[in-house]
């Protein structure tokens, strides 16, 4: 949901600049960093950026650049005569180079002229603000593109690491008895075997992985459904990422397998790079 956008527009004095920035958030956090806004605008702005964009901590900044003619400050005569009158009043010469210097140094002698925004204007500047915005989803689209692209092939990447950790199930279930009966031998136990074996069956039982990879896979289906099919799907994908996320660590603890662990520890690290990137989707 990062992106930047701008616009500038011209009005009869001044050429207004419009930038847009967005940055990942929860929600439509907008900021108006310009006096140039009216107020009474400013809940028109809001809403309009909310609607278009929907998501993200959003900075709006608004500057002008003045024509050369309006550059030109305006000197205040009331105060200057004010200033003037009082020097002439305490007898020096008011006709100096350094009197009429040092006055027009003094505090509101020389000012800007205000700039007045008519209702013309402000609807140039309104559809600058809507250019700027529209720019900005442009770029959004375009990370989004990446994103997808990204994001899908790491998910993709997951579900062929559980094919890999298939590949090593029955040699660790074998691995796991053999285990166990050579530790048996190693105390020189005699159980009964066919306690034995009911026992072995019920440990084997409980490290068996098949669940959480019906689970897993289901969950990745479900990632790739809500992505191609909803128009918002950022928060959502955040869930079932973290879904995914208590397969893969519940796959991790009763693998008891070197091998298993290692394909679970590449999982976990593309999930971690999914999450991450799932901020960034509206």
């Not at 956090?29 to 006096?35: A, E, V, Y």
């Not at 200033?83 to 040092?102: H, V």
């Not at 529209?134 to 770029?139: E, G, P, R, V």
Request: aromatic share 6%; charged share 30%; hydrophobic share 35%.
């Amino acid at each position: 949901m990062t992106g930047y956008g701008k616009a500038e527009c011209l009005l009869p004095d001044s050429k207004m600049t419009i930038e847009i920035r967005s940055l990942n958030g929860k929600n439509a956090d907008i900021s108006i960093k310009s006096s140039l806004i009216p107020r009474e605008k400013e809940m028109e702005v809001r809403q309009y950026i909310a609607k278009e964009l929907q998501r993200g901590n959003i900075d709006l900044f608004a500057t002008m650049e003045q024509n050369a003619a309006e550059q030109a400050k305006q000197i205040n005569k009331e105060i200057f005569g004010s200033y003037m009158a009082q020097i002439k009043e305490l007898g020096f010469p008011t006709c100096t180079d350094t009197i009429l210097q040092t006055i027009l140094r003094l505090p509101d002698v020389v000012e800007a002229k205000k700039q007045e925004l008519t209702d013309e204007g402000w609807e140039t500047l309104y559809k600058a603000i809507q250019e700027a915005v529209a720019a900005l989803n442009t770029f959004r689209s375009q990370e989004g593109e990446i994103l997808y692209k990204d994001v899908t092939s790491r998910v993709a990447l997951i579900e062929s690491f559980v094919e890999e950790v298939e590949k090593h199930e029955q040699s660790r279930v074998q691995a796991v008895r053999e285990r166990i009966l050579a530790r048996i031998e190693e105390l020189g136990a005699k159980p009964d075997e066919n306690r034995l074996e009911q026992e072995l069956i019920f440990y084997i039982e409980k490290l068996d992985i098949n669940e959480e990879k019906v689970r897993l896979r289901q969950h990745c289906k479900y990632f790739m459904e809500t992505i191609d099919n909803e128009p918002n799907p950022g928060k959502k994908l955040g869930f079932i990422a973290q879904e995914m996320g208590r397969e893969i660590n519940t796959m991790g603890s009763k693998a008891n397998h070197a091998e298993i662990q290692k394909w679970v520890v590449k999982m976990k690290d593309e999930l971690e790079k999914i999450k991450e990137q799932s901020l960034n989707i509206l």
